[in-house]
């Protein structure tokens, strides 16, 4: 076995050994019996903090709890697994770019929001889906969205972490981008299989979207953008939390009761146009699809 075999092959190794640690251990074994009891503990014993956030833990409490745990985790064996398996200092990796962390965050922000439009505005107009507002008091409905801008800022930071900045990151080392791109998104399709197959399908699709704007950016905000606002303007307008959601084809609507929502057919032609854009705007973004990330 040659040393470009070795090297190929302990690379694939590190890859599934961080999927399995980040998952398995950094948001299973970690996130439930560590982080989880001790949040836990501290919002049930300081009733002064807990009357504060009482709105929170009414919405969203056990999913909110999860998705900081989770992320904990996922955070903390990621940079561990850099520092003491890759062996590459902390400022070396993703987050720490030199590149415009902020702008690159809000073009994600634009064209997640572009996405998410498209798929809400189809299932409305073709009665899909009916929606009606609720009465909020000003207070009530800050808490609601500050909530959720909270949670799906975690959830789409830690998937993004694992898939693209970590997964996607190593696999365009040694295969060409287009490979890798797929393959992380087979993965991140993979990882939403238990809700339904159409569930996971959709998913590959959005991960094709973030995994070539990685690709071709090397910046892991604008995926984080993506991600975010796709999930949090769906959770304002399909969690139940501020609107009456009344799904009448769930073939074509998804599932609109949780955060982030399953996904219906009609998702399928906001995420082609995804696609499209991503090709047309490519030139005008500099994107260079040939160079190789690498970690050190």
Same mark, same amino acid.
């Given at each position: 076995m040659n040393n470009a075999v070795?090297?190929?092959?302990?690379?694939?190794?590190?890859? @599934?050994s961080f999927?399995? #640690?980040?998952?398995?251990?950094?948001? %299973?074994?970690?996130? *439930?019996? =560590?982080?989880?009891p001790i949040i836990h503990y501290f919002v049930h014993t300081f009733q002064n903090y807990k009357n504060a956030i009482d709105i929170f833990i009414h919405l969203d409490y056990g999913r909110i709890v999860g998705r900081i745990s989770g992320f904990i985790g996922v955070l903390l064996f990621y940079f561990l697994f850099l520092r003491f398996v890759?062996?590459?200092p902390i400022k070396n990796s993703v987050f720490f770019k030199k590149t415009g962390k902020l702008k690159f965050f809000l073009y994600g922000m634009i064209l997640?929001?572009?996405?998410?439009?498209?798929?809400?505005?189809?299932t409305i107009l073709s009665h899909t889906i009916i929606v009606s507002s609720k009465m909020h008091g000003v207070i009530s409905l800050?808490? @609601?969205?500050?909530?959720? #801008?909270?949670?799906?800022?975690?959830? %789409?930071?830690?998937? *993004?972490? =694992?898939?693209?900045?970590?997964?996607?990151?190593?696999l365009a080392e040694i295969f060409n981008?287009?490979?890798?791109?797929?393959?992380s998104s087979l993965i991140f399709g993979y990882m939403h299989l238990q809700v339904s197959f159409l569930y996971a399908g959709l998913a590959f699709l959005f991960g094709l979207i973030v995994g070539y704007v990685f690709?071709?950016?090397?910046?892991?905000?604008?995926?984080?953008g993506i991600h975010f606002s796709w999930n949090f303007i769906e959770s304002i307008v399909y969690s139940q939390s501020i609107f009456n959601v009344n799904v009448i084809y769930p073939l074509l609507g998804g599932a609109k009761n949780i955060t982030p929502d399953q996904e219906g057919l009609l998702s399928l032609p906001a995420l082609l146009i995804g696609l499209i854009l991503?090709?047309?705007?490519?030139?005008?973004?500099?994107?260079?699809?040939?160079?190789?990330?690498?970690?050190?």
């Open positions: 070795k090297h190929n092959l302990g690379i694939i190794i590190k890859i @599934i999927y399995m #640690l980040v998952t398995f251990v950094g948001q %299973s074994l970690f996130k *439930e019996y =560590i982080v989880w890759d062996k590459v997640g929001t572009i996405l998410v439009g498209i798929t809400i505005s189809i800050l808490q @609601i969205i500050i909530l959720y #801008l909270i949670a799906q800022l975690i959830s %789409s930071t830690t998937e *993004e972490l =694992i898939l693209r900045g970590y997964i996607l990151n190593r981008p287009n490979f890798s791109v797929i393959i690709i071709w950016t090397r910046n892991i905000y604008f995926c984080i991503l090709v047309s705007f490519k030139n005008y973004l500099k994107i260079n699809p040939d160079k190789i990330v690498n970690l050190k």
